[in-house]
């Protein structure tokens, strides 16, 4: 059951302990952790960064926006209680829009975090990091 | 109560009993008690996140908000509902790729210290703590009123069987009595909405010009502010909703339950889908109950308006439609207080007693004992708890939980994840003032206090005038966690690198 952070593939050691580099006995493993520094310098990772932020920062934007812009406006102004078909007011088209949004956003994240995963995978092949070894 | 209610209330039961005898064989270390073993499906997963979220107040009390007040009835729906983009974007994926049982673990990720992970479990227990004491405040009312039995032993019923759950059938158990109850209330809402559109002739419009003149509030019914007058309050309270759910233990701690980043994520797909969709038919329910049950009726069952899902079953579908709502809201409250006594249970058992007292060295035997003696005590706790709040008006407390959750745990969530410079002091900063202030602020508010002998717990005037804080103890929150980090000269830039790595790629998980 218990991982804990090992080397390689070929050199993966697998303890109980809770801590790094500490084997069941208690003995120190003589291996050294991944090079995070490494990884995170590296320019896998740092385009993963780049494509995330590109997503993430937008999408939060929008979605928080939207959603304080609907409050502010049901709350200081009446300009949302006009008909829009029949008896149906825009409250209700917008607080609907909300909840599309919701779903839209859900789905474009998905698709995007399956590129996510590739270029993660892909990052971790380099430094011989297989993710399905490390769960 | 009649003979069908009993029986379809006894075979739910029943059924979560059976659940609980097959998930206790399955439940044999503790990572199979917090976290299934971690081997739920996205699906799974995300039925049981919906079951854990939609609580009574959600079915009950929504549709009866909307049938008393309209569109200001459905209002909380859209800050519950867009809350799952702050949890898929920011919060469920680097949980799952950074901790094991708690969002302490997440935290610990970064920052290996105590007093951190102590400060981030006390928050975890008050927010539990809170929502606990309001749902079973809320359970007890609502079975007296459903189905005839004291408030007290209603209290007790539901305080027992959420005890065995937990204690023998841990996660496991809690996950698919929550997966029943999605789907029990999601087939409950969905036949009612259909009744409810069949007497409209499917047409929106139809109904929505119906219930302009089925009401008191005539038009304004179906415009906001029949209920929430005062803007900043209405907004403090969205803002509550939207960036709590992601700080909430008991929806925090289902990311644990799944193997890895992409399942969590496909999990609150399912969730958005479930939750919203059942958002939506509550509009049906709630004008449903406004039109064929009147507020009249609603009103002099339960003041709330709580009752309206089951008159308008009554209306609708007669005492056998009633007595499976009933049912269902019965199974609602169940899953949603597993849930709470579980993630109680991980802060104390797992957080305190393993790994602050016992520093990580505690054997599997004695954190599997420490889980189940905190899961009891825990329950035990609510149960006395609530049992003296009985009185008092403590519908706030959910929302307060929520303000709390989004003061005290989503500002150190997303330092922790996102910022270079963070650090324990600056953790520290950010829990204290997004807690304190969130609880100091709430009970000066008129929440608490009211001139009105009676209509609050203290008599007297609020010094603080909005009901819920979050406006101002949110922003406090992650100013806190700034001013703590900028004060304190310590950081651990290197360990940041690694948290980075972790969170983004889902590698090296330490489990």
Same mark, same amino acid.
């Given at each position: 059951m218990a991982k804990t952070i090992a080397g390689s593939k070929t050199r993966a050691v697998q303890v109980k302990g809770k801590k790094r580099g500490e084997s069941e006995n208690g003995n120190v493993v003589k291996e050294a952790g991944p090079n995070f520094d490494a990884i995170e310098a590296s320019a896998g990772f740092r385009d993963l960064m780049k494509k995330k932020k590109a997503f993430l920062i937008p999408a939060i934007t929008l979605f928080l926006g939207l959603y304080l812009l609907f409050n502010f406006v049901i709350s200081y102004t009446d300009w949302l209680d006009n008909p829009f078909i029949g008896d149906i007011s825009w409250v209700w088209v917008f607080a609907f829009g909300l909840f599309a949004m919701t779903w839209i956003l859900v789905t474009v994240y998905m698709k995007r975090a399956e590129k996510f995963d590739e270029m993660a995978t892909k990052t971790l092949k380099e430094f011989n990091y297989d993710k399905e070894e490390n769960r | 109560m009649n003979a069908t209610v009993i029986i379809i209330f006894l075979i739910i039961v029943a059924m979560t009993l059976v659940i609980t005898y097959f998930a206790a064989k399955r439940t044999n270390t503790t990572s199979d008690f917090y976290t299934a073993g971690g081997g739920l499906t996205g699906w799974q997963n995300g039925m049981a996140i919906a079951g854990d979220y939609l609580s009574a107040a959600s079915f009950l009390g929504i549709a009866g908000s909307i049938a008393l007040f309209g569109f200001d009835?459905?209002?909380?729906?859209?800050?519950?509902?867009?809350?799952?983009?702050?949890?898929?974007?920011?919060?469920?994926?680097?949980?799952?790729?950074?901790?094991?049982?708690?969002?302490?673990?997440?935290?610990?990720?970064?920052?290996?210290?105590?007093?951190?992970?102590?400060?981030?479990?006390?928050?975890?227990?008050?927010?539990?703590?809170?929502? %606990?004491?309001?749902?079973?405040?809320?359970?007890?009312?609502?079975?007296?009123?459903?189905?005839?039995?004291?408030?007290?032993?209603?209290?007790?019923?539901?305080?027992?069987? %959420?005890?065995?759950?937990?204690?023998?059938?841990? %996660?496991?158990?809690?996950?698919?009595?929550?997966?029943?109850?999605?789907?029990?209330?999601?087939?409950?809402?969905?036949?009612?909405?259909?009744?409810?559109?069949?007497?409209? =002739?499917?047409?929106?419009?139809?109904?929505?010009?119906?219930?302009?003149?089925?009401?008191?509030?005539?038009?304004?019914?179906?415009?906001?502010?029949?209920?929430?007058?005062?803007?900043?309050?209405?907004?403090?309270?969205?803002?509550?909703?939207?960036?709590?759910?992601?700080?909430?233990?008991?929806?925090? %701690?289902?990311?644990?339950?799944?193997?890895?980043?992409?399942?969590?994520?496909?999990?609150?797909?399912?969730?958005?889908?479930?939750?919203?969709i059942f958002y939506v038919m509550t509009i049906f329910l709630g004008?449903?109950?406004?039109?064929?049950?009147?507020?009249?009726t609603i009103i002099s069952t339960n003041a709330a308006g709580n009752m309206a899902a089951p008159l308008l079953a009554q209306a609708l579908g007669g005492d056998i439609l009633m007595s499976f709502i009933s049912a269902v809201a019965f199974a609602t409250i169940l899953a949603v207080v597993a849930g709470l006594v579980l993630s109680g249970a991980s802060a104390f058992a797992h957080d305190i007693y393993g790994q602050i007292i016992k520093k990580g060295k505690a054997t599997e035997r004695q954190q599997m004992l420490a889980a189940r003696y905190a899961s009891v005590g825990v329950a035990a706790l609510s149960i006395l708890l609530a049992i003296f709040a009985q009185s008092l008006n403590v519908a706030f407390l959910v929302s307060l939980a929520f303000c709390?959750?989004?003061?005290?745990?989503?500002?150190?969530?997303?330092?922790?994840? !996102?910022?270079?410079? !963070?650090?324990?002091?600056?953790?520290?900063?950010?829990?204290?003032?997004?807690?304190?202030?969130?609880?100091?602020?709430?009970?000066?508010?008129?929440?608490?206090?009211?001139?009105?002998?009676?209509?609050?717990?203290?008599?007297?005037?609020?010094?603080?005038?909005?009901?819920?804080?979050?406006?101002?103890?949110?922003?406090?929150?992650?100013?806190?966690?700034?001013?703590?980090?900028?004060?304190?000269?310590?950081? =651990?830039v290197r360990k940041y690198s690694e948290v980075k790595v972790r969170a983004n790629t889902g590698g090296f998980r330490q489990l």
């Open positions: - | 009835g459905f209002l909380f729906s859209i800050g519950y509902l867009v809350a799952y983009l702050v949890v898929l974007f920011v919060v469920a994926e680097p949980l799952r790729n950074l901790g094991k049982f708690t969002l302490a673990d997440m935290i610990n990720a970064r920052f290996d210290a105590k007093k951190v992970r102590g400060a981030a479990a006390l928050s975890s227990i008050t927010i539990v703590i809170f929502y %606990m004491i309001a749902q079973l405040v809320g359970a007890g009312a609502l079975i007296q009123l459903l189905f005839g039995i004291d408030y007290l032993w209603a209290v007790l019923l539901v305080g027992i069987m %959420m005890t065995i759950y937990v204690l023998f059938g841990g %996660m496991t158990a809690t996950s698919w009595v929550q997966i029943i109850k999605a789907v029990l209330l999601m087939v409950g809402t969905v036949i009612l909405s259909f009744l409810v559109l069949q007497r409209f =002739d499917f047409s929106i419009l139809e109904m929505f010009a119906q219930v302009k003149t089925a009401t008191p509030h005539g038009e304004a019914f179906l415009n906001p502010g029949v209920r929430y007058k005062i803007p900043l309050d209405t907004i403090s309270l969205m803002l509550a909703l939207v960036l709590g759910t992601a700080g909430l233990p008991h929806i925090l %701690m289902r990311f644990f339950t799944v193997r890895d980043a992409k399942t969590a994520r496909s999990s609150v797909m399912w969730a958005t889908w479930i939750v919203g004008f449903g109950a406004a039109a064929f049950v009147g507020s009249e709390i959750a989004a003061s005290a745990n989503l500002p150190v969530i997303v330092y922790t994840i !996102f910022w270079k410079k !963070f650090n324990t002091t600056g953790a520290m900063a950010a829990i204290f003032t997004g807690l304190i202030s969130a609880l100091v602020l709430v009970s000066i508010s008129p929440s608490v206090m009211n001139p009105e002998a009676g209509a609050a717990i203290i008599t007297g005037t609020p010094i603080f005038p909005l009901t819920n804080p979050a406006i101002v103890s949110i922003p406090l929150g992650f100013i806190g966690g700034v001013v703590g980090t900028l004060l304190s000269k310590e950081s =651990d």
